[in-house]
């Protein structure tokens, strides 16, 4: 069996991403991201370096905007494939754009490919789901292709081949899944982003361990593995409202709107129950309520630490973006969760912190990874009563600040553990920096010095038999 594997994006980092997957002539695309800050040519995935070959099937691994945000871009340009995604993250495709798009509008986006934006528009809003089949966990789709196609030097060919794809639980956010194809007696797995411990709402992943022919494996904690684990952030998160509290004051956790917000909500609705910080209002806004919504759908068919558990049984309050600047939690103690996570100008997070950065008995928990442009970042790195700049803007931070990681991306030595129990022969690393994969790469080759193990960069042609 012949198979192509081509980064199109999100080689080397955490950005456009976007992966290409040929099958014996039959032409895979997994994922289609915008890049989190770059809006120049690689902002979208790279289609040009496709040339000609055949792409008969889009598989989207989940609703993240680095693998999701460049579906309009997909389906403008390939609009004859066959799309696919689980139940869920068809579910959040609509809600996902239409904040990608509202972003869009306020960027700078003359460097993108002319023409690459033209269905990033509301109107196309209710398209884009409805054209995406949607498949359970566990159950095996038929992908087959008998049209002639161009297969690139290899020249025209004809591919019968017979495909069978299944997503299986990635225990990342509500409906990520991670990819196995199977064809001709071989097995070939993309993970997308992956968890395969619990978290406090999802389960974690049921990735299958079998023997793998090829596997392609996302890094994001590969550089080193995280001191802490879930539960003694969890104390640590307890030690920290306390301490606000009992200085009368209110804690932000500024958290991605999409899969961080929900499961934070739990962590904090934990808290309260055991008993281990008091029972305070609850405060979230912006998009997340339409995503719990979702969440919410799937309490009992895509599995969770409580099974069943619905959001809606968490009492909160739902903060409007026009009037949160006066809500009750400048005046009473309180606990804000609320996106985005690295308070990206103009989102909710970032404007309470114009007001919150200077009330002493405040406090700020910054909740996930940070990236370097951001006013997270810069946030995070300052020092109390020194002035930084946050967005251009002179500030000084007179309340609190702490940081916590509640990482809803595999540590490494699971990672790790999932390569060397599948024993792939083919190994690709991706969706991490070079230290991550270079870390990773390294402790494969000193375990099984025989695999194949490749960090791909952006168009690089991988061509193998298995
Ligand atoms: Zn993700
Ligand atoms: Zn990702």
Redesign the pocket.
Known sequence: MNIELMMLGGAGEIGANSCYLNIDGHGIIIDSGLHPRRRDSDALPHLELLDERAVDTFVLT?A?T??LGGLPYIMKSLPHARMIATRPTRDLIEIMLRNTIKLLKIDDTAGLPSGALDYYVPAMLDKFSVVFESVLYNEPVKLTSDRAIYNGASGKSTSSSSINLTFHDAG??IG?AGALFEAGGAAIMHTG?VQFSRQALLAGASLPRHHLDCLIIECTNGADEHPRSYDEEKVRLAEFINHIVNQNGSVMLPTFAL?KTQEVLKVVSNLMNAGRIPKLPIYTGGMSKRISKIYDRYAHSVPRVEPGFQLTSIPLTYVKYETMMSAKFFNEPSIVVISSGMLNEGSPSYQLAQRWLGIRNFGIGVMGYQDSSTPGYALLHSERDVEFTMANKTVTRACELERFRFS?HAQRSELLDYIFETKPKHLFLVHGDPAATASMSAAVKANFPDMNVTIPGLGESHRFEI
């Open positions: 989940h993240h680095d693998h990342h956010i990520s982003d899969g809803a």
